[in-house]
């Protein structure tokens, strides 16, 4: 509830990346969208931990990415070559298809 908003949003992201990757393609221009997911930052630290516990059950690894984590997925985004059009969550969430 209350979450509309955001998933209208998410979802033209995810719909605008595969649309581009397809016009794009021909062009040899890659485009993908990236989740991160809950990153360990300064503002997820200054949550109440009922809140953080409850994010974090939702992992199957029941651990969150570092911020240095997913930059260094992000910096090697660019040598995977054959990839485009995708939608990569870099959590352990397993989210309904």
Known sequence: ??????AAAKAG???LTRSLAVEWGPHNIRVNCVHPGWLETKFTAGLPPKV??????RH????FASV???????????DMRDL???VIALDSR????
């Open 13 to 15: 992201l995810e719909g």
């Open 60 to 63: 199957t690894l029941g651990q």
């Open 52 to 57: 953080v516990d409850a994010a974090r059950a």
């Open 1 to 6: 509830a209350g979450q509309a908003a955001y």
């Open 68 to 78: 240095c984590e997913a930059a260094a997925f992000l910096a090697r985004l660019p």
């Open 94 to 97: 397993i989210l309904p298809g």
């Open 84 to 86: 485009s059009g995708q």
